[in-house]
């Protein structure tokens, strides 16, 4: 059956596109995920992933054509199909691609393609008050939403945003992999790992990052640390410890706990600090959030961590416990690792890295001396700060962990 | 011959409704029952109780008459109980009557006795051998009130539910001991309190209608306190003594032990699944932890031609509740989309004086879920119509989260309040937030104004307190 392939929505910012050059013709072959043209977006001209597979029946969007997301580019199908069924429908809102309303079914989601929402003919979505609330709130285009009764619903809703959008993922699919070519063993890409991909991706899409690696001298956090734990009740840990010191800096640096808002057009600075602390599970990659770290002290952080992990090892997490972070670490020295760069977890401005401590020999007043050493690398998004600021951000961490008491100064 | 799309064992308001609607869907479809056609709810529950109610009521309201300037002239108010209980047992058969039409209408061959699987298609009834098959069975076999061990309940003065519908007299008076604080219990010591009986009520959780919503609790026990009607809560019943013709009640309330005299005692403490001797092991259907018939999101049994709907699946052990199921499970066996029940949003109602009705989330549950929850109360005391009425006791209590004002709960409390539940279930049903059910113009003077108010009080201010 014939259908519409319609302008994908890579990257979060992106609203348009106008088109620049099509990679094919009426009659070719298109195949889900390979570059069909090119259009100007909000970055730049950018290859547009086709979301159908099939032969070009009809391009509707020429070049020069603006065309919005989720709106028609072509007529993809078999040779010879009868289109004026969609043809009708596509002009029967009197305009051309660049205005064609929301009568046309705007499924763009080629994941979603297959088992299409049932568009009402007028193009407005069946929605619950409360659906509807949520959509807003959150951003979502209601006619991107799949649902099984007769209108959207609140489960409806949770259930897309659980669903990683794969328009999302389009972009990078350079090199289509198809289950041929010598394919041992075929795991479904989906649920937590299919999320943290689609993450992962707009992440690294949309943000212009750079990072930067201060090696910190860890003695006397070490004895801090032990110190803490002779007098507190429960085990206080190195994160608990490196969240207390990095939200100590994003007070000094408010820049570091911003976000760049969906549209683009504002930063915001984030009035609470809140550091998620990214988890290994059984299911994948979790981040717990501590909330308001200002606030507390690093006992109260590891009473509150310890349960937060329990809640996302067990899966019993409440509400606000994987959400609102404002700034990340992620934690890998358990596994020996000298340094690495974090992907940034967005909308965040940063994450820091942290790797092994390790005893290295270092110069300390002209003299070798032996040190615990550990590397911790800032990932920052460089549309909301410059590296020199970053730059600061990171080393006053790292001064603040080499000399803990400074963290109450 | 006794070949058939679907048999249905139970003729309750889920089997009845099950094998009506798939006849009128096409099947070829059998009913088995062993007593009368309406099950329990029909014929020893929610029917008959509501006779007596109104019963009840009439009686209460003719005990205030003078209130209202009606002066009964004459020997004073003689209440005949038995009257009451003949018209209960009338009305239970008028619409046992109706099912039967019903079941001829829509061309249901119903059999009369026990049926036992041979397996998961077929099944003999008892006592007349026959066999049917059918691609399909559902099981509706309901529940029975579950026995308190150790009580003695060959003795006449004590009961169940079914016993206490059978009861003909009640006098001014009589001592009756009730355990158990749910809608049973409840409801039969607020019709037996308007005849005069010096009630008793028992339970062992802190409160009574323990399930409502705490204060929908606390409202019902100051109205029973109001009506003298004695009750006994975090109270256990430790020993029943017949003593001639009382009976002696040792009972543990708070760790204190007492002993209390009654003429009859009621035990309602819940109910127990109908499965034994349905012969379910040999069609392969296998029950849960708790004894229920286990089903999957289809209503499916752990054999997958069997079906099972209503009290005997243990979801919620209401009425409406298996009618709802019924409908999904006839989907499911014709193979169309079936409805995804979220139990906590079915609407629950008591039938005391005052009513209690209730739907979704109480305010502790909901506090538990993790929800940030705002509560929004309007007393029927202000309320035009319920002063003119002069029942101004009770409340519309919202029970919503912050952010999108989503409403999780809605608890009455009141004279006639079950009647305003529905608007409630609808609202939730349809995801209506409190900002949409404050701009629905409710009609005036009406009670349901009161659940306008209450969503108002939940998005600002109440207008009228």
């Not at chain 1, 070049?63 to 028609?72: A, F, Q, R, T």
């Not at chain 2, 109360?377 to 989503?406: C, H, Q, R, W």
């Amino acid at each position: 059956m014939a259908k519409l392939m319609n302008m994908p929505k890579i990257g979060v910012n992106m609203t348009d596109g106008t088109v620049t050059e099509w990679y094919v013709n009426e009659g070719d072959e298109v195949k889900f995920g390979e570059m069909a043209l090119a259009a100007e977006t909000d970055k730049d001209v950018q290859d547009i992933p086709a979301d159908q597979s099939g032969t070009v029946l009809k391009i509707i969007a020429q070049v020069g054509d603006n065309v919005e997301c989720h709106k028609p580019l072509a007529i993809v199908g078999t040779p010879g199909e009868n289109i004026d069924s969609l043809l009708a429908e596509i002009s029967g809102s009197g305009a051309t691609s660049a205005a064609v309303e929301a009568s046309v079914a705007p499924a763009a989601a080629p994941a979603q393609a297959a088992e299409a929402v049932e568009k009402s003919p007028t193009g407005r979505v069946p929605v619950s008050p409360l659906a509807k609330k949520m959509a807003k709130d959150m951003g979502i285009d209601l006619s991107n939403v799949k649902y099984g009764g007769v209108r959207v619903t609140k489960a409806d809703i949770l259930a897309y945003q659980e669903t990683p959008q794969p328009t999302m993922t389009a972009p990078v699919t350079a090199t289509v992999v198809s289950s041929s070519t010598g394919v041992q063993n075929t795991i479904p890409y989906e649920g937590i790992r299919r999320k943290i991909g689609s993450r992962m991706t707009e992440s690294v899409v949309t943000k212009p990052w750079a990072a930067l690696t201060v090696a910190v001298d860890m003695t006397k956090a070490i004895e801090w640390r032990k110190r803490v734990n002779d007098l507190a009740d429960i085990k206080v840990g190195f994160n608990e410890m490196v969240a207390k010191a990095c939200s100590r800096a994003l007070q000094e640096f408010p820049m570091m706990n911003s976000q760049l808002a969906a549209d683009g057009t504002e930063i915001y600075e984030m009035e609470d600090i809140n550091i998620g602390i990214a988890v290994n599970t059984d299911r994948g990659l979790m981040v717990p959030v501590l909330k308001n770290v200002a606030a507390k002290g690093v006992v109260e952080l590891a009473r509150d961590f310890a349960s937060l992990v329990i809640r996302t090892k067990e899966q019993e997490n409440i509400p606000g416990d994987l959400s609102g972070a404002t700034f990340t670490i992620s934690n890998l020295g358990s596994r020996g690792i000298a340094s690495f760069r974090a992907v940034i977890n967005p909308p965040e401005c940063g994450i820091l890295a942290l790797a092994a401590t390790v005893k290295t020999p270092v110069v300390v007043d002209d003299e070798i001396v032996i040190r615990p050493m550990m590397n911790i690398t800032l990932s920052f998004d460089h549309r909301i700060v410059d590296g020199d600021y970053a730059a600061q951000f990171v080393a006053y961490i790292g001064t603040l962990l080499e000399d803990p008491m400074k963290i109450l100064m | 011959m006794n070949k058939f799309d679907l048999i249905v064992i139970g003729g309750g308001p889920g089997g009845y409704v099950a094998a009506i609607y798939a006849a009128q869907k096409g099947l070829k479809t059998a009913l088995v029952e062993k007593a009368d056609l309406g099950g329990v709810c029909l014929n020893w529950g929610c029917i008959p109780t509501k006779a007596l109610a109104k019963n009840a009521e009439i009686l209460r309201m003719v005990k205030e008459a003078d209130k209202y300037g009606i002066a009964l002239n004459g020997s004073g108010i003689k209440a005949d109980y038995a009257v009451a209980q003949k018209r209960s047992r009338e009305v239970s058969g008028k619409l046992t009557m109706g099912i039967k039409s019903l079941m001829k209408k829509n061309k249901v061959t119903v059999f009369q006795g026990e049926a036992n699987l041979i397996n998961g298609t077929s099944l003999k009834i008892a006592p007349s051998g026959e066999i049917l098959e059918a691609k399909n069975i559902i099981l509706a076999t309901g529940a029975h009130a579950f026995r308190i061990p150790g009580i003695d309940y060959s003795n006449p003065q004590i009961m169940t539910s079914k016993e206490a519908l059978e009861l003909t007299q009640v006098n001014p008076g009589d001592q009756i001991v009730v355990i158990g604080a749910g809608a049973i219990g409840m409801e039969f010591s607020s019709i037996w309190d308007s005849y005069g009986a010096e009630v008793t009520v028992i339970e062992m959780l802190p409160h009574l209608l323990p399930n409502e919503d705490s204060d929908v609790s606390k409202e019902i026990e100051k109205a029973f306190k109001k009506r003298g009607i004695k009750f006994k809560v975090e109270t256990k019943v430790n020993a029943v003594v017949a003593d001639k013709n009382k009976l002696n009640l040792t009972i543990d309330e708070k760790g204190k032990t007492e002993t209390i005299i009654c003429d009859r005692l009621l035990v309602s403490a819940g109910i127990r699944p109908n499965v034994e001797g349905i012969g379910l092991e040999k069609a392969g259907v296998k029950l849960t932890d708790r004894g229920y018939v286990q089903v999957n999101n289809q209503l499916q049994t752990t054999c997958p031609s069997v079906y099972a709907i209503g009290d005997v699946t243990g979801k919620l052990a209401l009425a409406h509740v298996a009618s709802a199921q019924a409908l999904a499970a006839v989907h499911g066996i014709l193979g169309e989309p079936v409805k995804q029940f979220n139990y906590v949003n079915m609407p629950r109602c008591t039938y005391t004086y005052p009513e209690a009705a209730s739907v979704g989330l109480t305010e502790d549950q909901a506090r538990k879920s993790g929800y940030d929850v705002k509560v929004g109360i309007f007393p029927l005391a202000a309320n035009g119509k319920s002063v003119a009425m002069n029942e101004t006791g009770g409340f519309v209590k919202i029970v919503a989260d912050t952010k999108y004002n989503e409403i999780l709960g809605v608890h009455l409390i009141g004279a006639h309040v079950t009647e305003l539940i529905t608007a409630a279930t609808s609202y939730i049903d349809l995801e209506f937030t409190a900002d949409d059910i404050a701009q629905v113009v409710h009609p005036h003077p009406s009670v349901s104004e009161a659940i306008m108010e209450a969503a108002h009080a939940v998005v600002g201010h109440a207008i009228h307190i």
